[in-house]
């Protein structure tokens, strides 16, 4: 049996999978058992800020190995304390307690329990578009509704009190508005919601400062400083889920020290140990920290689990010195104009957005009632072409959106040559 017929015949399929089997990675570029090389715009989901065989990282994880690495949540090591205070360094003022987690699924439902908590419970308000993770809690707030099969019997599983309010999605505006003039009805919505939803007796407002797998949605300006402003007049927590869009991957080290907003619970994971070992962290102002310590009621066997944390210090360790950030800012820029400039060239392309090294481009792609063509050829032929990216595509939408999120050592040269590949292949999938 070949290794994909073993897959397909053992693996639950819990994802679509596309028909390659990658056995390497060096830098930007992972190949294929046949030797065929790809380069990588995925990021791996934004995971891959180092991008793949980072010889510094592999060498700080043998020594990890070496010296300790079964140690439960339970005990205090050098690694998650020195991890602690760095993570305390690079995140906006007023972000003062840190715990870690395993997945970005798990953070979130860490950071939702801590709402919970703190405010003696109340409804979580999120957004439509927005994704969350898979297990219970972030399932319940994630707002696409075709992860949740709400015929399934799986929707059992989610708990109650979860509410999603409209996007502020301008492309595709719930209010048929125009960004200029809408007066950011997408946020009267959300105090409508609060408001009918109980007020004060809210909970936390959830949400990703950019909705990444949602289509990479960037919110107009002004809409962050209206929903914190709205967060505390009624009370509500404000928890931003920076799983795909920190560590740098939008040009700040966070998507939030962008807008100036600080949220009072941030989960960030993915990127964090730049893809070498799973992890994630959830960050909160003290006070919610030191309530959560008082009651001394979450953490998994794995939570600070020694090689985690010394990947994330050694990957924070390369960002910094290597200025990565910076560099996703610049390469990014450099992206979002060459994608601008194929929109000229292709009126299928029906918006370009993003921030950083994350970009979207929108498609227009339901050329067959129910199935994504265009969408799904052009994502097929990229990959068959040696391009990876992100297809972002949902049944009951008529437009699919190419998600990218590579690593934050991209360089204006990859970027030619990402945009080259994707060129060919519009044009091979419009002819
Ligand atoms: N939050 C966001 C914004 C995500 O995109 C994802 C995963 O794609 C998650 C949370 C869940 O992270 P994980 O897959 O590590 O559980």
Not at 200 to 215: C, H, M, T, Y
Not at 229 to 237: I, M, R, S, V
Not at 242 to 267: H, K, N, R, S
Request: net charge negative; proline share 3%.
């Amino acid at each position: 049996m070949t290794t994909l017929e073993k897959d397909k015949k053992y693996l639950i399929q819990c994802y679509t999978t596309d028909d390659v089997v990658f056995t390497e990675g060096n830098g930007m570029y992972m190949y294929d058992e046949a030797g065929k090389k790809y380069l990588d715009f995925s990021g791996q989901f934004s995971a891959c800020t180092l991008g793949h065989g980072n010889e510094e990282m592999i060498e700080a994880l043998k020594e990890q190995l070496e010296k300790l690495v079964s140690v439960t949540s339970c005990f205090a090591t050098e690694e998650r304390a020195s991890l602690a205070e760095k993570m305390i360094e690079i995140s906006p003022e007023g972000l003062d307690k840190v715990m870690f987690g395993c997945t970005g699924s798990d953070a979130n439902e860490f950071a939702l329990k801590m709402a919970k908590y703190y405010r003696g419970g109340g409804r979580i308000i999120s957004f439509r578009r927005g994704f969350h993770g898979s297990t219970a809690g972030a399932a319940a707030a994630t707002g696409k509704s075709e992860m949740i099969q709400e015929n399934s019997g799986i929707s059992e599983l989610l708990p109650r009190g979860f509410v999603h309010s409209a996007p502020p999605y301008c492309y595709h505006c719930d209010f048929g508005k125009e960004p200029k003039t809408c007066g950011l009805q997408c946020l009267k919505y959300l105090e409508q919601t609060m408001l009918h939803e109980g007020g004060d007796r809210i909970a936390a407002v959830i949400s990703e400062p950019i909705f990444a797998a949602g289509g990479v949605i960037v919110p107009p300006e002004g809409f962050w400083k209206g929903v914190r402003e709205l967060c505390d007049k009624y009370g509500a927590l404000l928890i931003f889920d920076e799983v795909v869009t920190g560590i740098g991957q939008t040009g700040t080290m966070f998507a939030c020290q962008y807008e100036g907003v600080t949220p009072d619970i941030l989960v960030t994971g993915k990127g964090l140990t730049g893809g070498y070992v799973p992890g994630s962290a959830i960050l909160c102002r003290k006070e919610i920290g030191d309530a959560m310590s008082e009651i001394n009621l979450h953490g998994h066997t794995h939570s600070c689990y020694p090689l985690t944390c010394r990947s994330a210090l050694k990957n924070l360790e390369i960002i910094e010195r290597e200025n990565l950030v910076e560099n996703s800012r610049e390469v990014g820029e450099y992206l979002h104009e060459k994608l601008l400039a194929l929109q000229e060239k292709y009126d299928v392309i029906k918006d370009v957005r993003g921030r950083g090294l994350l970009q979207g481009i929108e498609i227009e792609g339901n050329l067959n009632a129910d199935k994504y063509v265009l969408g799904q050829e052009f994502y097929e032929t990229m990959l068959r072409n040696g391009l990876i990216t992100e297809l972002e595509s949902r049944k009951n939408l008529e437009n699919v959106v190419i998600v990218m999120h590579p690593a934050l050592i991209a360089s204006c040269e990859n970027v030619d040559e990402a945009v080259e590949i994707i060129d060919k292949s519009l044009h091979t999938c419009l002819k």
